[in-house]
T-cell receptor, first 114, second 114 residues
Framework: AQSVTQPDIHITVSEGASLELRCNYS??????LFWYVQSPGQGLQLLLK??????LVQGIKGFEAEFKRSQSSFNLRKPSVHWSDAAEYFC????????????FGAGTILRVKS | NAGVTQTPKFQVLKTGQSMTLQCAQD?????MSWYRQDPGMGLRLIHY???????DQGEVPNGYNVSRSTTEDFPLRLLSAAPSQTSVYFC?????????????FGQGTRLTVV
């Protein structure tokens, strides 16, 4: 079955440090991949998406992600984390069933130390 | 531009009670969906609709009904609430204009069934 794995449930980084959140997917065809961010008490906001083409995609708030087909990964990165980045991050893959539904990973909670 | 609006934000129900979670979008999107979010499980698709008058089941539809009489509205009904339905519910809408799902989420409804 198609799935999305986010191996890290919690991550803590210091403000100003770099960040990488891991995401692995299991999907036979060319995947369409997304990263969403959820601030406490809020809905999900799209950070970036990968459909095709350049494997390094840029998103909002200074985030980027790299698609690596050989590793079935779509890791999210940011060179310098700000305290306002503390949130929960979800990786998702679009499946061409259930009307192009999104399958989400379990999420990674990011804590930022000052 | 309000985007996706969900009401109520919080709700407490007794076991066996029924209620309707409201969802409205003002972006003229064809696709709308309901997800539930449980700790450590990401978001799971309950029901979805690809247009007015068309609905279908997602991964976890049991205990929930939906209807789509207009493009804008997609209410979710709990027929007889159970403690297992305690969760955070998100409504999302997407446009097929790019051929892929780019979902916009509401702020969520936190439901507790006692």
């Amino acid at each position: 079955a198609q799935s999305v794995t986010q191996p890290d449930i919690h991550i803590t980084v210091s403000e100003g440090a770099s960040l990488e959140l891991r995401c692995n997917y299991s999907y036979g065809a060319t995947p369409y991949l997304f990263w969403y961010v959820q601030s406490p008490g809020q809905g999900l906001q799209l950070l970036l998406k990968y459909f095709s083409g350049d494997t390094l995609v840029q998103g909002i708030k200074g985030f980027e992600a790299e698609f690596k087909r050989s590793q079935s990964s779509f890791n999210l990165r940011k060179p310098s984390v700000h305290w306002s980045d503390a949130a929960e991050y979800f990786c998702a893959v679009e499946l061409m069933e259930y009307g192009n539904k999104l399958v989400f990973g379990a999420g990674t909670i990011l804590r930022v130390k000052s | 531009n309000a985007g996706v609006t969900q009401t109520p934000k919080f709700q407490v129900l007794k076991t066996g009670q029924s209620m309707t979670l409201q969802c409205a979008q003002d972006m003229n999107h064809e696709y709308m969906s309901w997800y539930r979010q449980d700790p450590g499980m990401g978001l799971r698709l309950i029901h979805y609709s690809v247009g007015a008058g068309i609905t279908d089941q997602g991964e976890v539809p049991n205990g929930y009904n939906v209807s789509r009489s207009t493009t804008e509205d997609f209410p979710l009904r709990l027929l007889s609430a159970a403690p297992s339905q305690t969760s955070v519910y998100f409504c999302a809408s997407s446009s097929y204009s790019t051929g892929h799902t780019e979902a916009f989420f509401g702020q969520g409804t936190r439901l507790t069934v006692v």
